[in-house]
T-cell receptor, first 115, second 114 residues
Framework: AQSVAQPEDQVNVAEGNPLTVKCTYS??????LFWYVQYPNRGLQFLLKYITGDNLVKGSYGFEAEFNKSQTSFHLKKPSALVSDSALYFCAVRGYGGATNKLIFGTGTLLAVQP | EADIYQTPRYLVIGTGKKITLECSQTMGHDKMYWYQQDPGMELHLIHY???????EKGDLSSESTVSRIRTEHFPLTLESARPSHTSQYLC?????????????FGEGSRLTVL
């Protein structure tokens, strides 16, 4: 069965410091991995995705994610956090089955960046 | 910004009322989805559609129903709302380009049933 785990409910980081939001996955075959961000009272916005190729993927707003096949991880990173990065972050993996393009989402990680 | 729109954004209604949450996209996407997001943040797929006249139940059982008469429109209906239906409902779509396409989400409809 396909699944994705975000082990941290919340991540706290000071502005200007690097941030990491963790994600691990389980999927049969090659994984297609995604990160989304959700600001309060808004829908989800796509940040970046890994399909194939370079393990380091760059996305919107200065975010990047590193695909690690041996550790089945896809952690989201940013070198210098901004207060405006405070939001809910979801990792997702493409599942297989009834919905050809169905995404399986993690439970979300709340990122809080302190000034 | 994605061209996918949800109305109403916020709705407060009494128990037993019939409600329809509207979702429209102007991107010509074949595949559309409804997710329910609990106060605890987790997203659950409740309905999806491959195209016109195609609808399927998702992973989470829901008393709501959907229809797909036009490509751009994917409304969700609750015939008789109950307090347990209080949640945020997110509509999404993608163009079905294999398994690699990302989803585009609407802004969500927050439903409160009193």
């Amino acid at each position: 069965a396909q699944s994705v785990a975000q082990p941290e409910d919340q991540v706290n980081v000071a502005e200007g410091n690097p941030l990491t939001v963790k994600c691990t996955y389980s999927v049969s075959g090659n994984p297609y991995l995604f990160w989304y961000v959700q600001y309060p009272n808004r829908g989800l916005q796509f940040l970046l995705k890994y399909i194939t190729g370079d393990n380091l993927v760059k996305g919107s707003y200065g975010f990047e994610a590193e695909f690690n096949k041996s550790q089945t991880s896809f952690h989201l990173k940013k070198p210098s956090a901004l207060v405006s990065d405070s939001a809910l972050y979801f990792c997702a993996v493409r599942g297989y089955g009834g919905a050809t393009n169905k995404l399986i989402f993690g439970t979300g990680t709340l990122l809080a960046v302190q000034p | 910004e994605a061209d996918i729109y949800q109305t109403p954004r916020y709705l407060v209604i009494g128990t037993g009322k019939k409600i329809t949450l509207e979702c429209s996209q102007t991107m010509g996407h074949d595949k559309m989805y409804w997710y329910q997001q609990d106060p605890g943040m987790e997203l659950h797929l409740i309905h999806y559609s491959y195209g016109v006249n195609s609808t399927e139940k998702g992973d989470l059982s829901s008393e709501s129903t959907v229809s797909r008469i036009r490509t751009e429109h994917f409304p969700l209906t609750l015939e008789s709302a109950r307090p347990s239906h209080t949640s945020q409902y997110l509509c999404a779509s993608n163009d079905g380009s294999g398994n690699t396409g990302e989803l585009f989400f609407g802004e969500g409809s927050r439903l409160t049933v009193l």
